[in-house]
């Protein structure tokens, strides 16, 4: 079933991308960073008078459609490993677009508001911590009624970038769940029931008291959801806002962008934040696209880290792209070709 829904939204993609003109373009892939997109596309719709047609179906999607050249861009919230890269039939560029966070979301009646520290939090999703009306949970949240109910976590069921920002930080400070599960889109879940896309989670935490689930902030938001303050680093309980999001995201980066931004070491960095990236192939003559449409694809994505896209992440509750790291991302580009010949100047 899942893989007919995935394989229905490709082929919906593939009909749209056989009929592209320049001013069509088509991507796909990550739904942790959709809500930022959608209003970003839409904008530039009407800006560019260019269509853009984006199917959220997982960051493990949209690298594939990307790979299969059904798409002009993939969107992923996890970058490409080296042996990934390796996987494609061409070089790609990853271009950031935004940083988010990741929150823990929950459906407790009555209780607003809990403290989680890093072991706490990879205790329940190994399983090892079963009610919520455990003494840990207590000791963390003195003046918190906790029921005696059991916990019951939710995940994803599909290859996520947002599931690979949550287990690469619980990998971090957790060593049995490094040891025992690890990091990735996909990993074997210990306990659990799972979901497809963010908001398959944030729909089943809603639908379900006693739950609790990984999500994007924006989706806990759109579902009034609470979600837990997370100890970081420095001993701190940070609660994901904008602000938190952007202090994971200021230290340096590498010059492809690839890395992680979990864990960060910055006193009022909320810990499960990163960055979520568009994927192209660097050199755009494929598949024997023109190069109008591989200009008009370039335009697009230049757009999307310029202020005005970066003003409409804000207003989405995701963060904005530090300047340097926007910077970074319009050079990367600018090195994009057509045949060898550069499309940006």
Known sequence: MKKSIVLVALLSLMTLGNKVSAQSISGAGATFPEPFYNAAFASYERAAHAKVTYGGIGSGGGIRSLKDKIVDFGASDAFLTNQELREMPAPIVHIPTCSGAVVVA??????????????????????????????????????????????????????????????????????????????????????GVGAKGNPGVAGAIHQTQGSIGYIGSEYAFAQREPSALIQNKAGKFIKATVASTSAAGKGKIPADTRVMLTNSSAPTAYPIAGFTWLIIYKDQAYNNRSFAQAQATLKLIDWMVSRNA????????YAPLPAGVAARAKAILRTVTYKGKRILK
């Open 106 to 191: 929950y459906n407790l009646p009555g209780v607003k508001q809990i403290k989680l520290t890093p072991t706490v939090l990879a205790s329940i999703f190994l399983g090892q911590i079963r009610n919520w009306n455990h003494p840990a949970l207590r000791k963390l949240n003195p003046g918190v009624r906790f029921p005696n109910k059991e916990i019951t976590v939710v995940h994803r069921s599909d290859g996520s970038g947002t599931t690979n920002m949550f287990t690469d930080y619980l990998t971090k400070v957790n060593k049995v769940w490094h040891s025992k599960v690890g990091a990735g889109k996909t990993v074997n879940w210990p306990v």
């Open 310 to 317: 970066q003003a409409l992440a804000v207003k989405t509750n």
